[in-house]
């Protein structure tokens, strides 16, 4: 079947895209083909801005438009206590909670030998300066309860207690509004071995 | 758990299947490549998703035709159909409960819970202590989410940790070495746990084994499963005995580039009368072991999820004498629904039945009640 090809280029490149198949890729390439010029016109420009103007802190790594994000900026905020997360995307989902009021640090991923990430490509060494230089009392590790994850956490765990500094982990157990039968064994049985006085 | 029918469509052998079992025994018997394994496997697809011999869904489908289609009737407290079908054309399996789509295998697996008796659990008693360990992992996975779950992040752990030391082996780097500690650790916190669940186990199981051998065979002899992580038995001592195999073994685990140490290299030593099965046992005690070690797990699995699997039994009746075959025909009745397999009718008349027994002959696929 022979398609014109601007569209097919413009399937392929949609594709690319992480959670996009072909067939949504050209549900979306048709849409935009019939959207208006102007609207096709935003959506490119936002696009490009995202690249262009969005940098990564230089003290915590999070997505920002300065060298320095918002976060890192604040006056408000808590300078003693740092977050450690995975992906900016996860500063998003704690912010979101307006639960915590203190400094974050992107790693950029996780310990991984199988696909050779190192504590030489995450931004370790990084989060190590800013121990040295800033006044830290608590370091929250909030990384994925998976086995990458862990890992990671012990592996920072062990550097950074020696220097004196409280280390915690964020709690794992049952969602709020869940009910308890419907959580899964594994998750159940951990929070009932974490579980908290009240 | 009762099996009240199947509906087989273009399934190996079986171009159009229609069977009604009976809720206690139900022997099918048919020469050899007549479809009686195959029911067994159309069974066990209904309970697992998966084949039975590991062949794929491809493999299933009758020659000549596009798709092959299983439908069950399970009873227990409630009725559950199961339909699942297969496309060549899109190579798609579709799973449906009671009319709804199930989109994760995992979503049906311990719902309709199967034991199975095949040729291949030779391989349990004569094998390497890898196919014990995968029997015994089967078996406590199939009652415990969270046995399964620390399983598979242990497996994760092993494959980076082998990773991490193969690279170490390959060029010695102060950066890969400095991560070794916490995949240690992480393989600590996960191997221990397996550990404990194994002893826990197998200390309840030997209970099982023992009694249903005693069904299985007449004489005297005592049967064991013997399991200890390196010299130890107790639940509290497993994380520092691990610890300290894992400080020993460092260096030669750097130097030779793998996982030495920990629960995925433990032994299951089968013991009989004392001594070791597999070094001292005679075919038919292992075949005994076998068998009895099947019957153990049903009845664990029947008191730990609260419901009777689906027993499945493939061809085990041509190797016993007739003595046996009518001990073990006498202990099926205790099991509740079974499906056994027979190629002829031999030992068929030294069976305990009862007028509730079905007697089902298959022939080029096809199924004749006798």
């Known amino acids: ?198 | 758990m009762i099996l009240k029918s199947i509906y087989l469509k273009n399934f190996r052998l079986h171009k159009s299947s229609v069977l009604e079992f009976s809720d206690e025994l139900n022997y099918i018997v048919g020469g050899n490549g007549q479809g009686k394994t195959t029911i067994l496997e159309s069974i066990y697809y209904l309970c697992t998703t998966k084949s039975l011999n590991g062949s794929s869904d491809y493999e299933s489908v009758n020659f000549n035709e596009e798709f092959f289609e299983i439908k069950g009737k399970f009873f227990d407290l409630t009725e559950n159909n199961v339909v699942i079908n297969f496309i060549n054309e899109s190579k798609r399996k579709n799973i449906y409960i009671d009319e709804k789509q199930i989109y994760k295998s995992s979503e049906v697996i311990g719902k309709f819970p199967v034991v199975t008796l095949t040729q291949s659990d030779h391989a349990v008693t004569f094998g390497s202590p890898g196919d014990r360990r995968k029997f015994i992992d089967s078996v406590i996975s199939q009652t415990s989410e969270t046995y399964l779950k620390i399983l598979i992040e242990y497996n994760k752990t092993l494959k980076q940790r082998s990773s991490l030391l193969s690279q170490i082996k390959e060029r010695y780097s102060p950066v890969l070495v400095d991560q070794l500690d916490a995949w240690s650790e992480a393989l600590l916190k996960n191997g221990s746990e397996i550990v404990k669940h194994r002893l826990k186990f197998i200390d309840e199981f030997n209970v099982y084994v023992s009694e249903a051998y005693k069904n299985v065979m007449e004489e005297s002899e005592i049967p064991f499963i013997d399991y200890d992580f390196y010299g130890s038995k107790k639940v509290d001592e497993i994380k520092d005995r691990f610890n300290e195999e894992l400080t020993t073994n460092r260096n030669d685990e750097i130097r030779r580039g793998t996982n030495l140490v920990g629960p995925h290299r433990d032994e299951f030593q089968f013991i009989l009368n004392g001594k070791e099965l597999r070094k001292y046992g005679s075919q038919g005690q292992h075949k005994t072991f076998q068998i009895a070690l099947r019957f153990a797990q049903f009845f664990y699995m029947k008191d730990k999820i609260q419901k009777s699997p689906i027993f499945l039994m493939d061809d085990v009746f041509g190797e016993l004498d007739s003595y046996r075959a009518k001990k073990i025909s006498h202990y099926l009745k205790e099991i509740g629904q079974a499906f056994i397999t027979m190629t002829d009718f031999t030992n068929y008349k030294f069976l305990a039945r009862n007028e509730k027994d079905k007697l089902i002959e298959v022939s080029e696929g096809k199924a004749v009640y006798a």
């Open chain 1, 1 to 198: 079947m022979l398609i014109a090809e601007p569209l097919q280029i413009a399937i392929e490149e949609l594709s690319k895209l992480p959670g996009i198949g072909r067939k949504t890729a050209q549900r979306l390439a048709l849409h935009v083909l019939k959207s208006d010029i102007n609207n096709v016109n935003n959506l490119l420009n936002s696009l490009k801005d995202l690249k262009e103007k969005i940098k990564f802190c230089k003290d915590c790594f999070n997505i920002s438009t300065d060298d320095l994000c918002d976060i890192c900026k604040s006056v408000k905020r808590d300078r003693t206590v740092i977050c450690v997360v995975e992906e900016a995307s996860d500063v998003i989902a704690i912010e979101k909670t307006n639960e915590y009021n203190g400094l974050y640090h992107v790693l950029g991923g996780v310990l991984s030998p199988l696909s050779g990430t190192d504590p030489e490509s995450l931004k370790i060494k990084e989060l190590f300066d800013r121990l040295e230089k800033e006044k830290i009392n608590e370091i929250i590790l909030a990384l994925n309860p998976d086995t990458e994850g862990e890992a990671t956490s012990l592996f920072l765990a062990k550097r950074i207690k020696p220097l004196g500094i409280n280390v915690t982990r964020i709690a794992r157990g049952l969602p709020i509004g869940g009910d308890l039968e419907f959580a899964d064994e594994a998750t159940i049985g951990r929070a009932v071995i974490n579980r908290s006085s009240i």
